[in-house]
T-cell receptor, first 115, second 112 residues
Framework: EPEVTQTPSHQVTQMGQEVILRCVPI?????FYWYRQILGQKVEFLVS????????KSEIFDDQFSVERPDGSNFTLKIRSTKLEDSAMYFC?????????????FGDGTRLSIL | DAKTTQPTSMDCAEGRAANLPCNHS???????VYWYRQIHSQGPQYIIH???NNETNEMASLIITEDRKSSTLILPHATLRDTAVYYC?????????????FGAGTILRVKS
């Protein structure tokens, strides 16, 4: 069964450094998402992306965050200058190929630890 | 999107059916009911979804009441591996911005 893959599984970064989290969505999906989960808290929506544009973003997704689909297979989340409070699990999801009621499928996440 | 209410936790004996309720009394006509689960710290796993009719797949069954104000997820023969947090999410299907809003969910503990 096709799945969403995320790399790395664990990323440790110094505060203030840039970090890029990578995702390979399911191949025929057209809608892409990032969510995060701070330890012990709920899963929170960050951003959705379609047709090379952000279609919706939450208030968490400020100017320090950006997303990109650099090629036909990868979908990345960049945090420009990391803060301690960015430490969390980051989940990528994809859905499609049509929008309708297609469910989102999630990867197993990247654990980001900011020191 | 409509708000959902789920019990905080439930226990189920291994091999028995697990019935997880969800209340969504403010659901509107074009909102779907989705169920996901999260095992330990893994990514949320899609289980099933429906609009009006009951649905069944290889993982579970979804029973939606006729007035659509509540639903029940049924795992027919729960195993220890079904121990997880189960999320009931109600969501309109839009052309864009189909974000999922996760609540606290129900912690299901399957016991031997």
């Amino acid at each position: 069964e096709p799945e969403v893959t995320q790399t790395p599984s664990h990323q440790v970064t110094q505060m203030g450094q840039e970090v890029i989290l990578r995702c390979v969505p399911i191949s025929n999906h057209l809608y892409f998402y990032w969510y995060r989960q701070i330890l012990g808290q709920k899963v929170e929506f960050l951003v959705s992306f379609y047709n090379n544009e952000i279609s919706e973003k939450s208030e968490i997704f400020d100017d320090q965050f950006s997303v990109e689909r650099p090629d036909g297979s990868n979908f990345t989340l960049k945090i420009r200058s990391t803060k301690l409070e960015d430490s969390a699990m980051y989940f990528c999801a994809s859905s499609g190929p049509t929008v309708s009621n297609q469910p989102q499928h999630f990867g197993d996440g990247t654990r980001l630890s900011i020191l | 999107d409509a708000k959902t209410t789920q019990p905080t936790s439930m226990d189920c004996a291994e091999g028995r059916a697990a019935n997880l309720p969800c209340n969504h009394s403010t659901i509107s006509g074009n909102e779907y009911v989705y169920w996901y689960r999260q095992i330990h710290s893994q990514g949320p796993q899609y289980i099933i979804h429906g609009l009006k009719n009951n649905e069944t797949n290889e993982m579970a069954s979804l029973i939606i009441t006729e007035d659509r104000k509540s639903s029940t997820l049924i795992l027919p023969h729960a195993t220890l591996r079904d121990t997880a947090v189960y999320y009931c999410i109600v969501r309109v299907s839009r052309e864009y911005g189909n974000k999922l809003v996760f609540g606290a969910g129900t912690i299901l503990r399957v016991k031997s």
